[in-house]
Structures are given as C-alpha cells and as structure tokens.
C-alpha cells in the first residue's frame, strides 16, 4: 500500500522553502488535492515562511497539525520515533469530527482501524498484523448500511458485498490477492444470475442464469 506521510511533506516543503518564501505546507492525503496547514512539532510552529533546518524537520515524538485557514482546528496528530510512524495516528474533519484512526508500530500498520464520514457515520473498521491485512474487514456507505465485508487469513479470505436494499450482492473468495474459487453474483431480489471460477486470477468458467433460476444457453 502506497503511503505518503508526514515525514514526505515536510522534506517535500524543505525542498520548496527556498525557492519560494510564500510556500506553505502541502498536505498530500489520499487522493486528495493539495491542502494548506500549519504545522506544529515540539511546541514548535511553522507557517508560511518556512525556515528551518534539514534535521530540524525529522524530529521525533508528537506531531500536530491545523489547518491554515483556522488554526484552532486540529487535522492530524502523529507520533514519529525513529523517523518511523508509531503509535495512534488521528485525523479530522474541519467541523471536528474524527475522520480516522490508525494505530502503527516500527512504520507498519498494527491493530483496529476506524474510519469514519464527515457526518459522523462509520465507513470502515479494519485490522492490520506487522503491515499485513487479517480478520474482518467492514464498509458501511453514509447512510449506515452495510456495503462491503472481507474476511483475510494467512493467504486469503472471503469478499462479500450487499446492494443498497441489504441484499446480498455478490460472494467469493481470494487467495494471495487474486481471485480464486467460486464467485457469486445476485440481483437486487436475491437472485443468482451469474457464477464464475477462478484459479488465482485466471477466469475458468462463467454461468449465467434467468429470472427463473434456470441456466442461459447460448442461441
């Protein structure tokens, strides 16, 4: 998983500071566009006018930052040690609700994390081992109704998802991040309308069916 953090942000304005003295944080977030913060590192503030040191920048310990067009507004804190993310990682919103929490250890992703949407609802709760995807894995949409399930073993696990009426949408299962085995697909009245096998990641054989449940035949 691709991860651009905090630590890349602050080397990324390092590198811009002296071209440039209005330059102000750029905070990379997802797929998100650029977004102007403050930043605050050991009851230090930096702003606009950037001016520090290389070194100054890699400081362990807690990481606060706001944002800039209101700097009583925290967005992120983090924890560094070692010049690795540690420990619980929390973002919000502008109108102060959280928008997720991840838990980290030695830079690798470890425990419970939450995710929520701006109006408060949950949108996914996930567990990590030492960087690796286990148990199960929940999405709800805005609402709060049930989207998406993945359950992760050592070496794979099972895909579920629902339609926006809460019936099942489709079921199968992965091994090692590909497709494998038997998937299922259903319509938004339960129905089965399609099957497929897959042999990690390779399409075997596709089945489709009719409304009555019998099996489409080639004309």
């Known amino acids: ?10 080397l990324f304005c390092y590198a811009c500071s002296n071209s440039k003295k209005d330059k102000v944080f750029a905070i990379i977030e997802g797929n998100t566009q650029y977004m102007d913060a403050m930043l605050v ?3 230090t503030t930096f702003k606009e006018k950037i001016k520090y040191t290389l070194a ?10 706001y944002f800039k067009d209101d700097s009583t507004k925290q ?11 540690n420990g619980r990682w929390v973002y919000w919103y502008k109108n102060g609700n959280i928008n997720k929490i991840e838990t980290w250890e030695n830079g690798l992703e470890t425990g419970k994390w939450e995710k ?3 109006n408060g609802n949950k949108s996914e709760v996930s567990y990590w081992e030492k960087g690796e995807m286990i148990g199960l894995w929940i999405n709800w949409d805005i609402n709060g109704l049930r989207m998406k399930e993945r359950k992760f073993n050592k070496n794979g696990g099972k895909w579920t998802e629902w339609h926006t009426n809460n019936v099942k949408k489709l079921e199968g299962y992965f091994i090692d ?3 494998h085995g038997q998937w299922k697909y259903f319509n938004k009245r339960g129905n089965l309308y399609k099957e497929e096998i897959w ?3 390779t ?4 089945k489709e069916y009719n409304e009555d449940g019998t099996l489409k035949t080639s004309e």
Not at 75 to 85: G, R, S
Not at 203 to 206: A, M
């Open 199 to 201: 042999d990690k990641g």
């Open 56 to 65: 100054d920048s890699l400081a362990d310990g807690q990481w606060n930052v």
């Open 203 to 206: 399409l075997i054989e596709t």
């Open 116 to 118: 929520w949407y701006n």
């Open 1 to 10: 998983m691709i991860r651009l953090t905090l630590l890349i942000m602050v």
């Open 177 to 179: 991040g590909f497709r």
């Open 75 to 85: 967005w992120i804190e983090a924890y560094y040690k070692n010049l690795t993310q």
């Open 41 to 43: 590192v050991d009851n």
